[in-house]
């Protein structure tokens, strides 16, 4: 199974943890100080924010597997439709140890593809090469496909409900 991924930069973590709480009907699954996932079942979304970004909004799309099998199937896809790819291989990030490769969409929008390994308790583990990587969950800039920018959503006021 596939499990869509979404990756939100917020200023107060807890004010939008009682945000999405109240919205997705659960308390997040994981929580840290500068960090709060939702695995939600219906419908298989992970959702994650953090306080780690330069600027709000989206950070990064992708989609999670659970199987080595999965990301595989999807690395020959990515492959198959030449798009560009930064694979990190295994690294860690967001409080977890994954296997992942990073894609780029025509908007810029950064796509992450993972397979979940374990869970770290820091968010990211740094040695030697990997301590000049960026911070934040995303790829180092140095060697990645090209960073996306934050998406912004209009949103139409209106009186009357849908």
């Known amino acids: 199974m596939k499990r869509f991924h979404v990756h939100l930069h917020v200023q107060d973590l807890n004010q939008n943890i009682n945000f999405y709480s109240t919205l997705f009907g659960q308390a997040p699954t994981r929580t840290e100080s500068d960090y709060a996932k939702?695995?939600?079942?219906?419908p298989p979304v992970n959702f994650a924010i953090s306080t780690?970004?330069?600027?709000?909004?989206?950070?990064?799309l992708g989609f999670q597997v659970e199987s080595d099998e999965e990301l595989q199937a999807l690395k020959v896809r990515a492959k198959q439709a030449e798009l560009a790819m930064h694979d990190e291989g295994e690294t860690t990030c967001c409080y977890a140890r994954s296997d992942k490769y990073w894609l780029t969409d025509p908007q810029g929008v950064a796509w992450e593809q993972f397979h979940t390994l374990d869970h770290i308790p820091t968010f990211s583990e740094t040695t030697g090469a990997a301590s000049s990587q960026a911070t934040a969950c995303c790829p180092p800039t140095a060697h990645a496909a090209p960073r996306g920018k934050p998406v912004g959503i209009a949103v139409k006021s209106t009186s009357s409900c849908c």
């Not at 939702?38 to 219906?42: I, N, R, S």
């Not at 780690?52 to 990064?60: K, N």
């Open 38 to 42: 939702w695995m939600l079942q219906d």
């Open 52 to 60: 780690r970004g330069t600027q709000t909004g989206l950070d990064h």
